[in-house]
């Protein structure tokens, strides 16, 4: 495995070092976990499609952009909120 530097100002190292304490691990594990599981635009579009695809196929229900936009914005609030709360 070879290693690379990523420069962030002192702040964000801070932060990161923070995070990685509660969760008794390394910044470096935490950044490894981050690019691991965190999804680009393009597979976010994919995986909702296939979704889409099993939802229709499996349940017969047809799920159009409207409604998946209005879902995206109710998992977006309630994942805000429950951060608020938690703060």
Known sequence: ????????????????????ESRSTSIRS????????TLTAEERRERAERTRAYLAEHFGVEVTDE??????????DAFADRTDSAA
């Open 67 to 76: 409604e998946s936009s209005a879902m995206g914005r109710k998992l977006r």
């Open 30 to 37: 935490l950044v490894q976990e981050f690019a691991e599981t």
């Open 1 to 20: 495995m070879s290693d690379a530097m990523i420069r962030v100002p002192s702040e964000v190292r801070d932060r990161l070092a923070v995070i990685a």
